[in-house]
């Protein structure tokens, strides 16, 4: 059987080896590198990030850069790739690298899991590829093509299931050919996770650990992993005042561009530190936002949309209330418990780095 595994983990580093797909994160995977890789992708698509990360490795080159920058602006440069308590984890953990590690990112494992937002995969993955440790790594391809290839009956995504696909990742990075090249070992079972063992439609023709696959002889590939029940998501109701201001007008006034009312969302909430639309959740939203607007003195019009927006565990069916205005001066929404409000030109609110959620940015493309 050991033999057969030795072959069979031969077999997928030389696929590895040939087929991998060109990423910027591999060209130069140093640890920094490879931490903002891995914090971008979870939950998110490669082809999504690919552009995300050029562009941060761009503005901060180092630890010490980023973690120099504000959090606005690492928000900013977050814009619209969700899941933004990543972006919070990657700057405290470039600060605290700073102020425990010189700048430099540890290869130990406790030091590095005690950094914030650094969980067991991370941890693996900076170890393996930028260190070359030998340090086990599961996500959900790597569940996924492990419990295939031993027939696993169980459920990789409960806690007793987790922890045996663990020990199968952890025993099989102690084979030899595994342990020379752990990096390229945890890389290619993500990749085959990734490209060929996929959740629906795994291409078994074009595996290359077919003949040792448990699952594939058993005819279970469809049966392994078992199907999850998606939890029914909590339905949010919201609306949110899309503030349209004509634009500057003067002598020396080069900006001609309409202007959009943004507000902070506070610190202890969903998105928070993020700017959108001023807006109220709950089953009576609209008329609370009606009467708020009216109070300040600006008229609402009738309600667009609505928008669908579905995060993991919420389904957002949110209304676009316009209002135009001269929006010479901020506008009393003190009623709407915003820390901050700001004026900012419609295309920079649009923009890759505005600091806008994704849903806000749908708002704005609604109204104007
Ligand atoms: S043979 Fe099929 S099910 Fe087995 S690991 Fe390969 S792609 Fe996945």
């Known amino acids: 059987m050991a033999n057969d595994t030795e072959s069979a983990i031969s077999a997928l580093l030389a696929w590895f080896a040939q087929h991998q797909r060109r990423l910027p994160w591999r060209d130069n995977p140093t640890p920094y590198a490879v931490l ?13 990030v690919i552009d995300y990360f050029q562009r941060w490795l761009a503005r901060w080159p180092t630890v010490a850069d980023l ?33 425990r590690h010189a700048g430099v990112l540890p290869a130990d494992d406790a030091a590095l899991r ?19 440790q030998p340090a086990a790594l599961v996500d959900g391809n790597v569940a996924r093509v492990l419990a295939r290839w031993t027939a ?4 990789p995504s409960q806690p007793k299931g987790r922890d045996h696909i663990w020990r199968v990742a952890e025993d099989w990075l102690q084979q030899p050919v595994a342990r020379a090249q752990p990096g390229a070992w945890n890389q290619a079972l993500m990749e085959l996770g990734a490209t060929v063992c996929t959740p629906r439609a795994p291409d078994c023709l074009l595996c290359p650990v077919a003949t040792h696959c448990q699952a594939r002889a058993q005819g279970l590939t469809q049966a392994i ?3 999850r029940q998606k939890a029914t998501a909590q339905l949010v109701r919201a609306a949110y005042a899309v503030i349209v201001g004509t634009p500057l007008q003067g002598p020396g006034v080069a900006d001609s561009a309409p202007r959009v009312l943004l507000a902070r969302r506070p610190e202890d909430v969903r998105w928070a530190g993020l700017w959108e639309p001023p807006g109220v959740e709950g089953a009576d939203c609209l008329d609370v936002l009606n009467a ?22 919420r389904r957002y069916e949110v209304l676009a209330v316009p209002v135009h205005c001269a929006l010479e001066t901020l506008p009393d929404l003190a009623a709407f418990g915003y820390p901050a409000l700001r ?26």
């Open 67 to 99: 973690a120099a920058a504000s959090q606005a602006d690492v928000l900013a440069m977050w814009t619209g790739l969700g899941y933004y308590n990543r972006a919070r984890n990657l700057h405290a953990a470039a600060q605290a690298v700073m102020a």
């Open 114 to 132: 005690a950094l914030p937002g650094l969980g067991p995969y991370t941890v693996g993955a900076v170890r393996s590829i930028a260190f070359g």
């Open 225 to 227: 992993p078992p199907v």
């Open 152 to 155: 696993f009956a169980g459920d």
């Open 292 to 313: 708020r607007l009216r109070a300040a003195g600006l008229t609402p019009e009738p309600p667009l949309g609505p928008i669908v927006h579905i995060l993991t565990h």
């Open 343 to 368: 004026v900012q030109a419609l295309p920079d609110a649009l923009g890759k780095e505005s600091g806008l959620s994704r849903l806000a940015q749908k708002l704005l493309e609604l109204v104007v």
């Open 36 to 48: 903002v890789s891995e914090l971008m992708l979870q939950q998110t698509r490669v082809d999504t």
